[in-house]
């Protein structure tokens, strides 16, 4: 059973348009972590949001995090191809392990 | 300071054939962690070590071990390889536990036939 559900799995839009992703689930976490994967790298941590309704930005990326801690979204406006990848959301409930979602992989097309 | 480091980048294995992945960092971080990624799937933790001397089982330990003999070093061995360990195999590190930032090697890929 995979806690944490990411969606779109795959998305390719042109640059300049907004998107948004979807990070969901049954489960309320203590944190929830977003990660960015570029081909053949690992994983780079973009954000940790803790509290319900947080949100945080960094530059062109909006996180949010659900009032219920349950869900989150990334919200990224203008997209560039610097944004292409694989993003990640893991979350974390109190002492278990850090669980990750199966992916949003992301195409800007110039 | 080259963070998290993995040896090798690839491998290519047959069924029953054993080896060793090579994972050091040099942060001093006393959390570390092994995760393999298999396609569409996410990222699942095979072991992990809380500090030297220390490990544990992840979700999918079958088949690996570990050892945590420095506080640098965590490699992970795979004994009598199979075709379901092929995957992107991935180690990290963290200062503190899990809820805090995880730094990532590059990977290793291996393919098991």
């Known amino acids: 059973t995979q806690l944490l559900e990411q969606s779109p799995q795959f998305l390719s839009i042109q640059e300049g348009e907004n998107l948004t992703v979807y990070c969901n689930s049954s489960?309320?976490?203590?944190?929830l972590q977003w990660y960015r994967q570029e081909p053949g790298e690992g994983p780079v941590l973009l954000v940790t949001v803790v509290t319900g309704g947080e949100v945080k930005k960094l530059k062109r990326l909006t996180f949010q995090f659900g009032d219920a801690r349950k869900d989150s979204s990334l919200h990224i406006t203008a997209a560039q191809p610097g944004d292409t990848g694989l993003y990640l959301c893991a979350g974390i409930k109190g002492n278990e392990k850090l669980t990750f979602g199966t992916g949003t992989r992301l195409t800007i097309i110039p | 300071n080259a963070g998290v480091t993995q040896t090798p980048k690839f491998r290519i294995l047959k069924i029953g054939q054993s080896m060793t992945l090579q994972c050091t960092q040099d942060m001093n971080h006393n959390y570390m962690y092994w995760y393999r990624q298999d396609p569409g799937m996410g990222l699942k933790l095979i072991y992990y070590?809380?500090?030297?001397?220390?490990?544990d089982k992840g979700e999918v330990p079958n088949g690996y071990n570990v050892s945590r003999s420095t506080t640098e070093d965590f490699p992970l061995r795979l004994e009598l390889a199979a075709p379901s360990q092929t995957s992107v195999y991935f180690c990290?590190?963290?200062?503190?536990?899990?809820?805090?930032?995880?730094?990532f090697g590059p990977g290793t890929r291996l393919t098991v036939t």
């Open positions: 489960s309320v976490f203590s944190s």
């Open positions: 990290a590190s963290s200062y503190m536990g899990q809820g805090y930032e995880q730094y």
């Open positions: 070590s809380v500090g030297a001397g220390i490990t």
